[in-house]
């Protein structure tokens, strides 16, 4: 094992020419190879193996295939049996993965830091323990917070989660006592998840592209980003050649989805919104709209009040509407023909169906408006409108195995460009209105819901808690409809809890495969929340957040250790799978369940702990037993007995069983089954639990004499329906002298903030526009500015500045400027190549989306000038 290390790091070292390839000494392989198939007497000292497993670099977790010779991983491919079930193809980052594990700069020893200061200038004079003297240092810790008040302990986990798998982090916080546990989904697309869960009451979604013959693009860049990417890459170009498929894009730069489009919409960041309700508008009075599917699947025709809450039959709960049968308000129960537009006079008060109210707040916001707001033309959005309408073919079917479906081949689809903004629910809710406008929900080529109505919870009006009891904040009064956990609210509360009303003072924080501060905007801020707290980071390299730990573990990465793996499933497919360890390099004790269990057990929990495994993986038969200990491996061995139910020796030889949706459950068991007619259950068109939350927060901070709280930017983002003021987000309107719009996006090259910026392959062979990421401006403004490509500017917004280097192109709007995620990490543990570019996140100002706690990327404004 030693020798072979050596061998491969004067491989790493001669990289970054032609003299790659000798390094590798590919004859080696070559020769393994004849001598494998010739049965030589080398075959015994020759090894081949082919490993199926998953990617786990970014959360698409493609099937991957690698060829290990003598216990190094040489080549990683794409498992082709997976094409079948969802990914064709792997991107760079994946074919390139062993980089990220044989990377020299890894993490090899738990350290401890015995300079107690924390901060970026710090040394931490880190000194190498034993794992035994890490865990019971750790474990010494837990015990006394336990004892003492266990909510003291905050867990955060990022790309962890996708790792080890949410159900393990669950169970081991539950066991040991605490509500904080932070998942990143608010650095992520939380917004999107919570307007489809205020919506249909449920998660996941994707485009039935097979099937579209108009895709409109606002901001899901699935060639450079996005989850499950490659299968929609693949499907996207497959339905442009099969089907016809057009595709527009409507957003701020030329992305590489936008590069490979029909045609490209320049939107003024943020201001989507109002874009697409002039499209409404256009829609709606060209009656182009699915008036059916209206009534039939969305609360559309249910009547709504002047205090915006929706009329209640005498049981205070079932919503009414006006029936034209009998000309009175009822429920759409059998036999009632609900109308969709209209105002009504109900016992003496005046109401209108939510449609109306729709129709009426978006009656000024006309194509000319949303020009001047949007700054895209009013005959494109007109235009857009007319041909999205159009190409929905309302009021057809379609035939697809001997079923009559509803067809409407045009959808509006997004990720987080509409999502990650201070009004990203609201973004996104506009884009699903647009969709019910032609009901293409669940239809043929369509917008295909996972899971429809199955948390009907996320119908109600939110607990808004006070005093909260999570140290993130969520489903407080602060961020009522905050479903998933919020992750750049703990480092801020830890440094004044009281200001929030939390109860206790989080002492602790453990940080598992996620670099929070740097991912999150007005990173600053975020770390000196870790510079009050005790931290353990679990990762594989030396990354911010551990330069802020206490205690360091290195974990194992996905290709040296056992993993029971989430995957993506197609709108047609689904599948389970399982990584396993292909290698070791650095001979690695623990990864992060041995850690977990070690620590459980050091602390007194083990058996709890089992016991909550078995709870939150919903294991039934097949469980983890109290009073013995399990490997990494006899837990995955478990899982897949339990989920996949086959013998484990298919996981290790195909790495996934996948399956195949039919046509019956793919459209005719989601909207069509739980919202279609009388008496059910509806869409909702009009979010009016969002207006009922508000009432009721403003209820509690009235009760609470809550004084710094802003109702008034409550009831704004608490609006049942979207608005102009969502297109308008807090440095739209404060930041005045700042000229510039900036935004941020991925590239194609790394993930998110951590291990990739060390790979080698990835910073030194692709070329130099992968080695470092730039400050992208329009021609024109650069030359207004005397801005030349290569020259160092600054970037100056209200929370401060930051240099990067100019990149001056034609393909992204004059009034806003465009630097990647990714760059510029400051860590010293980092290979030097890691150092390279802006970390943008340091300038942008943080505004949470007061539904769903989701953080903005990209409302900041700016000035920007020559360094
Ligand atoms: N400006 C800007 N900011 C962004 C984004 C953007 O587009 N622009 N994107 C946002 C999005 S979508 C997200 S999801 C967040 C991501 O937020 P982050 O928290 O930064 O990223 P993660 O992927 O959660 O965490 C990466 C950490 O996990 C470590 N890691 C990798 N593999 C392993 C492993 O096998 N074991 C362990 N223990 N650790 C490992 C890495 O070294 C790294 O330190 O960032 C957000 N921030
Ligand atoms: N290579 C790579 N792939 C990844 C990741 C990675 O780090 N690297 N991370 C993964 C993760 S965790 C996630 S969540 C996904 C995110 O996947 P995506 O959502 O596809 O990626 P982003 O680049 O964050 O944002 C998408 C696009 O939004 C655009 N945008 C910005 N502002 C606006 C706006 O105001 N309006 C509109 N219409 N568009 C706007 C940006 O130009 C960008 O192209 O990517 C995943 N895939
Ligand atoms: S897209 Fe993501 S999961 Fe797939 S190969 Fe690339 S890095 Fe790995
Ligand atoms: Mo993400």
């Known amino acids: 094992m030693e020798l072979s290390r050596r061998k491969f790091m004067q491989g790493v070292g001669a990289l970054g020419g032609a003299a790659a390839a000798s390094a590798f000494s590919f004859p080696t392989i070559a020769d393994a190879a004849k001598n494998a198939k010739n049965g030589s007497a080398a075959e015994a000292a020759v090894e081949i193996r082919k490993?199926?497993?998953?990617?786990?670099?970014?959360?698409?977790?493609?099937?991957?295939?690698?060829?290990?010779?003598?216990?190094?991983?040489?080549?990683?491919?794409?498992?082709?049996?997976?094409?079948?079930?969802?990914?064709?193809?792997?991107?760079?980052?994946?074919?390139?993965?062993?980089?990220?594990?044989?990377?020299?700069?890894?993490?090899?020893?738990?350290?401890?830091?015995?300079?107690?200061?924390?901060?970026?200038?710090e040394d931490p004079r880190w000194v190498e323990i034993s794992w035994d003297e890490a865990f019971n240092t750790i474990a010494e810790r837990l015990k006394k917070l336990r004892a003492e008040d266990p909510r003291k302990l905050i867990w955060q986990h990022g790309q962890g989660k996708y790792l080890i798998q949410e159900q393990y982090c669950q169970a081991w916080t539950k066991a040991f006592g605490t509500p904080n546990m932070v998942h990143r989904t608010t650095a992520c697309e939380a917004a999107r998840h919570v307007a489809d869960e205020l919506t249909w009451a449920g998660g996941g979604i994707l485009p039935d592209l097979k099937y579209s013959k108009l895709l409109l693009n606002f901001g899901a860049n699935?060639?450079?980003?996005?989850?499950?990417?490659?299968?929609?890459?693949?499907?996207?170009?497959?339905?442009?050649?099969?089907?016809?498929?057009?595709?527009?894009?409507?957003?701020?730069?030329?992305?590489?989805?936008?590069?490979?489009?029909?045609?490209?919409?320049?939107?003024?960041?943020?201001?989507?919104?109002?874009?697409?309700?002039?499209?409404?508008?256009?829609?709606?009075?060209?009656?182009?709209?699915?008036?059916?599917?209206?009534?039939?699947?969305?609360?559309?025709?249910?009547?709504?009040?002047?205090?915006?809450?929706?009329?209640?039959?005498?049981?205070?709960?079932?919503?009414?509407?006006?029936?034209?049968?009998?000309?009175?308000?009822?429920?759409?129960?059998?036999?009632?023909?609900?109308?969709?537009?209209?105002?009504?006079?109900?016992?003496?008060?005046?109401?209108?169906?939510?449609?109306?109210?729709?129709?009426?707040?978006?009656?000024?916001?006309?194509?000319?408006?949303?020009?001047?707001?949007?700054?895209?033309?009013?005959?494109?959005?007109?235009?857009?409108?007319?041909?999205?309408?159009?190409?929905?073919?309302?009021?057809?079917?379609?035939?697809?195995?001997?079923?009559?479906?509803?067809?409407?081949?045009?959808?509006?689809?997004?990720?987080?460009?509409?999502?990650?903004?201070?009004?990203?629910?609201?973004?996104?809710?506009?884009?699903?209105?647009?969709?019910?406008?032609?009901?293409?929900?669940d239809a043929v080529g369509g917008l295909m819901l996972g899971g429809a109505y199955?948390?009907?919870?996320?119908?109600?009006?939110?607990?808004?808690?006070?005093?909260?009891?999570?140290?993130?904040?969520?489903?407080?009064?602060?961020?009522?409809?905050?479903?998933?956990?919020?992750?750049?609210?703990?480092?801020?509360?830890?440094?004044?809890?009281?200001?929030?009303?939390?109860?206790?003072?989080?002492?602790?924080?453990?940080?598992?495969?996620?670099?929070?501060?740097?991912?999150?905007?007005?990173?600053?801020?975020?770390?000196?929340?870790?510079?009050?707290?005790?931290?353990?980071?679990?990762?594989?390299?030396?990354?911010?957040?551990?330069?802020?730990?206490?205690?360091?573990?290195?974990?194992?990465?996905?290709?040296e250790s056992w993993h029971f793996a989430p995957t993506r499933g197609t709108t047609d497919t689904g599948h389970i799978a399982i990584r396993q360890p292909m290698a070791n390099p650095y001979n690695l004790q623990h990864d992060a369940f041995s850690i977990m269990w070690e620590l459980s057990k050091r602390v007194g929990f083990r058996d709890q702990f089992a016991e909550q495994c078995n709870k939150s993986w919903g294991l039934k038969e097949v469980t983890f037993k109290p009073g013995r200990d399990y490997t990494t491996r006899e837990g995955v061995e478990i899982l897949w007995a339990d989920k996949a139910k086959k013998d484990f020796s298919v996981a290790i030889e195909q790495g996934f069983v996948g399956s195949r949706k039919s046509v019956k459950s793919k459209y005719l068991s989601g909207a069509e089954d739980k919202f279609k007619g009388p008496g059910k259950a509806k869409m909702k068109f009009y979010a009016d639990q969002l207006i009922d939350t508000y009432y009721k927060a403003e209820g509690i901070v009235k009760k609470n004499s809550l004084a710094s709280f802003e109702l008034a930017k409550l009831r704004i983002a608490y609006a049942p329906l979207p608005t102009r003021d969502h297109a308008f987000p807090t440095p739209h309107r404060e930041a005045k002298d700042y000229p510039f719009y900036v935004i941020t996006h991925k590239r194609m090259y790394r993930n998110q903030s951590g291990n990739t910026v060390n790979n080698v392959i990835l910073n030194q062979a692709i070329g130099k526009d992968a080695a470092t990421n730039f400050v992208q401006i329009n021609a024109a403004t650069a030359g207004k500015l005397g801005i030349k490509g290569g020259d160092a500017v600054m970037i100056e917004t209200r929370v401060g500045k930051i240099k990067g280097t100019a990149q001056v192109i034609q393909g992204i709007r004059p009034d806003t400027i465009a630097v990647s995620y990714h760059y510029g990490q400051w860590s010293p543990g980092y290979a030097p190549d890691a150092h390279n570019g802006t970390a943008i996140n340091q300038v942008l100002e943080h505004h949470p989306d007061l539904i769903s706690g989701h953080n903005s990327f990209n409302d900041t404004k700016c000035k920007l000038y020559k360094a």
């Open 222 to 441: 699935y060639y450079e980003g996005e989850q499950t990417s490659r299968w929609l890459d693949w499907q996207t170009m497959q339905s442009i050649e099969s089907n016809g498929l057009k595709t527009i894009v409507v957003e701020p730069r030329l992305s590489g989805v936008a590069g490979k489009a029909h045609e490209w919409v320049p939107v003024r960041p943020g201001k989507d919104v109002v874009m697409i309700l002039a499209m409404a508008k256009v829609m709606i009075d060209a009656g182009t709209i699915d008036e059916p599917f209206l009534v039939d699947f969305t609360n559309a025709p249910q009547l709504v009040d002047a205090s915006g809450t929706i009329l209640k039959d005498k049981d205070g709960k079932t919503p009414l509407v006006w029936d034209t049968v009998s000309g009175s308000a009822k429920p759409y129960l059998q036999g009632v023909k609900p109308a969709l537009k209209g105002a009504y006079n109900v016992d003496g008060k005046p109401c209108r169906t939510a449609f109306q109210v729709l129709a009426d707040s978006i009656a000024d916001i006309t194509p000319e408006y949303a020009q001047e707001v949007a700054d895209v033309p009013a005959a494109t959005i007109t235009r857009l409108a007319q041909t999205f309408a159009k190409e929905a073919r309302i009021g057809e079917t379609i035939v697809i195995d001997g079923q009559t479906l509803r067809y409407r081949p045009a959808v509006l689809y997004s990720f987080r460009g509409l999502a990650a903004k201070e009004h990203g629910v609201q973004g996104w809710r506009t884009g699903l209105i647009l969709n019910m406008l032609v009901g293409n929900i």
């Open 454 to 559: 199955g948390r009907p919870q996320y119908f109600d009006v939110s607990k808004c808690e006070y005093p909260p009891s999570r140290a993130d904040l969520a489903q407080s009064v602060f961020f009522p409809y905050s479903n998933h956990h919020i992750a750049q609210t703990p480092n801020l509360v830890v440094q004044d809890p009281q200001a929030y009303g939390l109860a206790y003072q989080p002492e602790m924080q453990i940080f598992y495969g996620t670099n929070r501060p740097v991912s999150i905007p007005n990173s600053w801020q975020q770390f000196a929340g870790l510079a009050k707290t005790y931290n353990v980071v679990i990762d594989i390299v030396m990354s911010e957040s551990a330069w802020y730990a206490d205690i360091v573990l290195p974990d194992k990465t996905y290709l």
């Open 51 to 121: 490993v199926k497993s998953g990617c786990a670099i970014c959360p698409n977790f493609c099937g991957i295939e690698a060829t290990v010779v003598n216990g190094i991983i040489r080549t990683i491919y794409p498992d082709t049996a997976r094409a079948e079930f969802y990914n064709h193809g792997i991107c760079p980052k994946g074919a390139s993965g062993m980089f990220n594990t044989y990377d020299p700069y890894r993490l090899k020893k738990p350290l401890r830091r015995t300079n107690p200061k924390k901060g970026p200038g």
